[in-house]
């Protein structure tokens, strides 16, 4: 099991942009579904994005035309770029890895990182 860990949070002003990174400890390319998570507070954990190894991409409607996942399997990374940020974006993000690709939905993973504070200012 693949250790997780996030980078790239920050603070900023609305209409920014930011690209999350999250390096796992070993190989992900046999990890069918990579995805980021996020929690706002008082809010549930939301599945924002996936992505499978064969490149097909999922994502929530409300970052839709904003964010954009990649993954990098020859660097055991993956990336959530994020654009025209809202104030709505705000949240811890987390990073996750589903072995078998048939969990996230239901918000399960074999593996988490930390998180990252995201926090987008108006």
């Known amino acids: 099991q693949v250790q997780l860990m996030e980078s790239g949070g920050g603070l900023l002003q609305a209409g920014g942009s930011l690209r999350l990174s999250c390096v796992a400890s070993?190989?992900?390319?046999?990890?069918?579904?990579m995805a980021w998570f996020r929690q706002a507070p008082g809010k549930q954990r939301e599945l924002v994005a996936s992505?499978?190894?064969?490149?097909?991409?999922v994502y929530v409607d409300s970052v839709k035309g904003r964010f954009t996942i990649s993954r990098d399997n020859n660097k055991n990374t993956v990336y959530l770029q994020m654009n025209s940020l809202k104030p709505e974006d705000t949240a811890v993000y987390y990073c996750?890895?589903?072995?078998?690709?048939?969990?996230?939905?239901?918000?399960?993973?074999?593996?988490w990182g930390q998180g990252t504070q995201v926090t987008v200012s108006s």
């Open positions: 996750a890895g589903d072995r078998r690709g048939t969990g996230l939905d239901y918000g399960l993973a074999d593996s």
């Open positions: 992505v499978r190894t064969g490149g097909n991409t």
């Open positions: 070993g190989s992900i390319a046999a990890i069918n579904a």
